[in-house]
């Protein structure tokens, strides 16, 4: 039977954050204020990883109230109808001082496979934390965020947003959660 070292996620150690661009000029870039999940990981390594995360949708902050309230509206994120975000995650592979990661993204009652990296080079810092940045892009038309239907979607604006949404998810953990046989040999 494995030995799990857990972790409980909330703000105060986990940030979400995004960034999309818009115009092919401009990047909007924001982060969610209200996220809470879990990190575990087991003695025999990362096949035993479990990682949980929720994000509210409402929670989106960009520094622009108006932009803002039209994320949270029906049109992107929903989120009177779909007010989480949930990956969850049960596989991971170490390879060359990064952890991939593979897991289910659930956003607006669609599903998709999320591919992360999680670079481990230089995460272990002298106050014995471990600051760790995972990384995927997420197609926003496969979960219809900023996809009206109708004539509406043929508006410049909705056009003019990339498709492809940069998240980064940022974990500042107690280094010992990470000192496991597997994870040594990373080093």
């Known amino acids: 039977m494995n030995s ?5 996620l909330d703000g105060s150690n986990t940030e979400v954050a995004f960034r999309v661009q818009w115009f092919g ?7 969610f204020d209200r996220v809470r999940g879990g990190l575990r990981l087991g003695e025999s390594g990362l096949s035993s ?18 932009r803002d309230r039209h994320l949270r509206a029906e049109r992107f994120l929903n989120a009177d109808l779909h007010p989480v975000i949930r990956f969850s995650c049960r596989t991971a592979e170490l390879t060359n001082q ?22 481990l ?8 934390v471990a600051r760790l940045t995972g990384t995927t892009v997420v197609s926003r038309k496969h979960f219809g965020v900023g996809m009206p239907p109708g004539l509406a979607g043929l ?4 056009l003019a ?15 010992a959660v990470l ?8 080093d």
């Open 161 to 175: 947003i990339a498709d492809d949404v940069h998240i980064d998810v940022r974990l500042t953990v107690p280094a």
């Open 49 to 66: 990883v479990e990682l949980t995360l929720e994000v509210e949708s409402a929670s989106v902050r960009t520094g622009i109230g108006l």
């Open 4 to 8: 799990f070292r857990a972790l409980n």
């Open 98 to 119: 990064e952890v991939r990661l593979t897991g289910d993204l659930a956003l607006r009652g669609a599903h998709g496979q999320v591919r992360c990296r999680c670079s």
């Open 179 to 186: 000192r496991s046989p597997a994870l040594a040999t990373a």
């Open 25 to 31: 000029l401009v990047t909007v870039r924001g982060v």
């Open 155 to 158: 508006n410049p604006l909705f």
């Open 121 to 128: 080079g230089g995460a272990l810092t002298s106050d014995d």
